[in-house]
T-cell receptor, first 111, second 118 residues
Framework: QKEVEQNSGPLSVPEGAIASLNCTYS??????FFWYRQYSGKSPELIMS????GDKEDGRFTAQLNKASQYVSLLIRDSQPSDSATYLC???????????FGGGTRVLVKP | GAVVSQHPSRVICKSGTSVKIECRSL??????MFWYRQFPKKSLMLMAT?????????EQGVEKDKFLINHASLTLSTLTVTSAHPEDSSFYIC??????????????FGPGTRLLVL
């Protein structure tokens, strides 16, 4: 079992719709969770971080964390073609510790 | 957000030569930097954790004598790929953690260095 798992996609969504991405992790001791967006040929950029159970909203993005079920999700509302990218879920066991990345989910937003 | 730079952005070298990649935190101090490698259509794989003033911690399967890491200051870490081979061709990305922040901190990624070994 991989430490951090994501559906590779591609996840195809029409412009204006909601894109829903899921991520599961295996280590119950994980404390910090991150979503990164990576455009082709570029390095990852941080979208959201979440540390406690529940929802966290930032603009069109909402991260959801459920530690009991060991999953974290990302919702992208009003999806735009510019949101087309690979979204990486990353998990951290403790502050200062290394990040473990999932394989990424490729999202395609069609006009 | 914090800025991390990498140099060079792209490098082509001959097999057997060594290549040095620099990672700098521009507006913050980073006691810890991380080096990742990413092959096409694959996720990031951590190679090593670079600690200022001490030896790097390498992930399992990463040859420390081939991938030399030096973290001589709070704003600079270097990765040297020694005796490069075509299979070392990849996208190398560094990230840095802000030392000033408390418990819940994030890593900021550099723009990456694309290495092609002929």
């Amino acid at each position: 079992q991989k430490e951090v798992e994501q559906n590779s996609g591609p996840l195809s969504v029409p412009e204006g719709a909601i894109a829903s991405l899921n991520c599961t992790y295996s280590d119950r001791g994980s404390q910090s969770f991150f979503w990164y967006r990576q455009y082709s040929g570029k390095s990852p950029e941080l979208i959201m971080s979440i540390y406690s159970n529940g929802d966290k909203e930032d603009g069109r993005f909402t991260a959801q964390l459920n530690k009991a079920s060991q999953y974290v999700s990302l919702l992208i509302r009003d999806s735009q073609p510019s949101d087309s990218a690979t979204y990486l879920c990353a998990v951290q066991k403790a502050a200062g510790n290394k990040l473990t990345f999932g394989g990424g989910t490729r999202v395609l937003v069609k006009p | 957000g914090a800025v991390v730079s990498q140099h060079p952005s792209r490098v082509i070298c001959k097999s057997g030569t060594s290549v040095k990649i620099e990672c700098r935190s521009l507006d913050f101090q980073a006691t810890t930097m991380f080096w990742y490698r990413q092959f096409p259509k694959k996720s990031l794989m951590l190679m090593a954790t670079s600690n200022e003033g001490s030896k790097a911690t390498y992930e399992q399967g990463v040859e420390k004598d081939k991938f030399l890491i030096n973290h001589a200051s709070l704003t600079l870490s270097t990765l040297t790929v020694t005796s490069a081979h075509p299979e070392d061709s990849s996208f190398y990305i560094c990230s840095a953690r802000d030392s000033e922040l408390a418990v819940q901190e994030t890593q900021y990624f550099g723009p990456g260095t694309r290495l092609l070994v002929l």
